[in-house]
């Protein structure tokens, strides 16, 4: 899988630069500066709770939820070196052991991937399914093709490849296509019988080949991408 290159200038970053910017009669701000004495009341009742017993099981099923919540929410990977994250922790979490960008990446990353593939697999193992591919470029100008598998109303991600550097064509997108299809039906025991992708030239050609190749599959146009195109015509002719 290839991830996206996150800039280490984020937005959570900037904020923690620019405290002096905010008001002093801002609400927020206020309520920072001059803290209320039953908000401390209510901490100090908080940090009296007797907290369970922090063992290596529990500081690993803690890295893993963040690094869960940090591919669900969207969020930069540096948000865990955020000063402010660090007081919450040890505030409310005591026990925990500070996780670092260095470690999700290097470390929990890797074994939380490996654990969401696993759980995929099992879950698709002797199913029908549907193979899906898109394209797309990023922010960072890094062009991604996506394949996707559907079955029992479920989506799941099968691979991402980065084709900057690879060439358009329908021959290369094939490659990609025999190597996703490989990998469903050989490692994760699933049945395709079905591949979707956009409505593009090379795709088109791309699918052509592939039913030849595989005369079981129903290969099929997105749908989504022909009403798109239906309605772009339709407003460029009016």
């Known amino acids: 899988m290839y991830p996206t290159h996150l800039d280490h200038d984020d937005a959570i970053s900037s904020i923690s630069g620019v405290q002096s910017s905010i008001s002093p009669s801002d609400s927020a701000s206020a309520e920072l500066s001059h803290p ?4 401390y009341h209510a901490l100090s009742r ?16 803690f890295e893993e939820l963040v690094i869960r919540l940090t591919a669900s929410a969207g969020l930069p990977l540096s948000w865990v070196d955020n000063l402010e994250f660090d007081a919450f922790v040890s505030e409310f979490i005591p026990g925990a052991k ?29 199913r029908e399914i549907t193979l899906q591919a898109d394209g797309w470029t990023g922010l960072n100008h890094t062009h991604l093709v996506a394949f996707m598998l559907s079955t029992d109303e479920k989506i799941h991600t099968v691979d991402v490849f ?16 025999h190597k996703s299809y490989k990998k469903v039906k050989e490692e994760w025991g699933a049945i395709p019988v079905a591949f979707v992708s956009d409505a593009s030239g090379e795709s088109r050609k791309a699918r052509r080949l592939l039913a030849k ?16 195109f239906f309605f772009f015509e339709c407003s460029i002719t009016q």
Not at 162 to 177: G, H, N, V
């Open 36 to 39: 209320r004495s039953r908000q």
């Open 162 to 177: 980065d084709t900057s550097k690879d060439r358009k064509t329908a021959e290369e997108f094939l490659k990609l296509i």
């Open 98 to 126: 500070p996780v670092s960008r260095k470690t999700l990446t290097r470390r929990i990353l890797p074994l939380v991937i490996k654990q969401v593939r696993s759980s995929v697999a099992a879950s698709v193992y002797g």
């Open 213 to 228: 190749q595989h005369p079981e599959l129903a290969v099929l146009d997105c749908y989504a991408h022909q009403v798109r």
């Open 46 to 61: 908080v940090s009296s709770f007797q907290v369970p017993l922090w063992t290596d099981e529990v500081q690993r099923r």
